[in-house]
């Protein structure tokens, strides 16, 4: 019997895996607007600061692992995962410590330091999770990850919304989600992380390690810069003024948008691109990479529409105007335009120009919260997050680097793990 499989076959079981990737998505989507529906505002408020928390920190602490990872060489996998997590083992003691040193001063940000501890931990986890299926190309276990993820997380969110209501109910559900969704997809996985840290744990100080530590230090600093520049948009809100419920909607119904194509559609362009450029395939990078590209705009585009209509249904009173409506659209469109393409310059080994673009963005952001307020601040969001997207696609369409190793990929090894498998 031939160990290959029938082309109509792949499609068909392609087809499913994004599907069921779909309809996880659409339970997301759900889950997102149970606490405003249920009106539990105390606990979307309280959400903000660890969620914030550890999306600044849980891709920095483990070294751009999920962005680094895709482009590493075979011989490098261990290493990269090891460090990863001895990175996110550490960030998270970091912050335990900082929330027990607050303890005294302030009970209730102590509270917050701990929560953002554990997801921060919890979501490095799972992208680091999402990076590793992504290199293996195990489409069907992100899809199950994600079914599992999406039922949990409404199913958490009804709880603590409507049963068992608690001002930390949606933390608690944020952190099992993640943990969860991490878990069972490094169970259908070869390099499950955490075996590899622990076969590496006496070894993490050697040179192999601090050589690949060095060499990552660029694409974190990008990364942690980066996601500081999306962070400060949420903690924008409270300057706004009458702006805050119009933000407050565009803000999630982005992030929402955002997670449908970084967490679904995202990891199928990553594949092709990742693949080539091991394989030192300029031609292909560059056409799977304008293929994301022109995805992204378009669903930017559905975005926008979604957004403006989401905000002129939800709030009403005299600021509703051309202007501010004009201004959530564009900052939607300059969230989403290059959504599926994000990773693609460290991929490509561009982590230099990518180190630039997010030390101007998050600086440009800073200065407008700092020096700005209500619809002033609003406008300026919106411009610079459009003008700082449009600056990042020449980054994208850069050819690989030529210190990206070039390595057969999958691995012979990987694809005889793969065949017995099946």
Known sequence: MSNGVHPVIGLVRKFRSYGLSGIAQAMNFVAMLIPILGRQMDQLTYLVVPLALSGLLCRAVTFAYPGRYLAVPDSLVRTASSTAFAGLLTGTAVLLVAAAALSGPSDYWAGVVAWGALLTFTHGM??????????????????????????????????????VPFREGLVVV??????????????????????????????????GHRRYL????????????????????????????????????????????????????????????????????PGTVR?????????????????????????????????????????????????????????????????????????????????????????????????AQLVSAAAFVPLVLLPPADTVPHTPSPSRERKSTWKARR
Do not use: H
């Open 287 to 383: 056409r799977w990479t304008l293929r994301g590209l022109w995805s992204s705009v378009v669903l930017a585009f559905f975005s926008a529409v979604v957004v403006v209509a989401a905000v002129v249904f939800a709030a009403d009173g005299p600021d509703v105007t051309a202007r501010t409506l004009l201004c959530l659209g564009v900052f939607t469109l300059g969230s989403l335009v290059t959504s599926l393409v994000t990773k693609v310059p460290y991929i490509t080994g561009r982590d230099s120009l990518c180190l630039v673009w997010s030390v101007i963005r998050p600086t440009i952001l800073g200065v407008s919260l700092l020096t700005l307020s209500d619809g002033p601040l609003l406008t300026a969001i919106a411009v």
């Open 174 to 207: 944020a952190g099992t989600i993640t943990l969860v969704g991490a878990t069972v997809m490094l169970a259908g996985t070869t390099d499950r992380i955490i075996p590899a840290f622990v076969r590496d744990v006496t070894s993490l100080f050697d040179r």
């Open 126 to 163: 799972y992208f680091a999770a999402v990076a590793v299926v992504t290199r293996e190309r195990r489409i069907d276990v992100y899809a199950r990850a994600r079914i599992v993820y999406g039922v949990i997380n409404i199913t958490g969110t009804l709880i603590v919304v409507f049963l």
């Open 214 to 281: 060095a060499l990552s230090l660029r694409a974190t600093g990008a990364q942690l810069l980066t996601d500081l520049a999306f962070q400060i948009q949420a903690f924008a809100t409270p300057f706004l003024g009458a702006y805050q419920e119009m933000w407050a909607v565009a803000l999630r119904l982005t992030g929402g948008f955002s997670g449908l194509a970084q967490q679904v559609v995202a990891p199928g362009f990553e594949m092709k691109i990742s693949d080539a450029v091991r394989r030192g395939d």
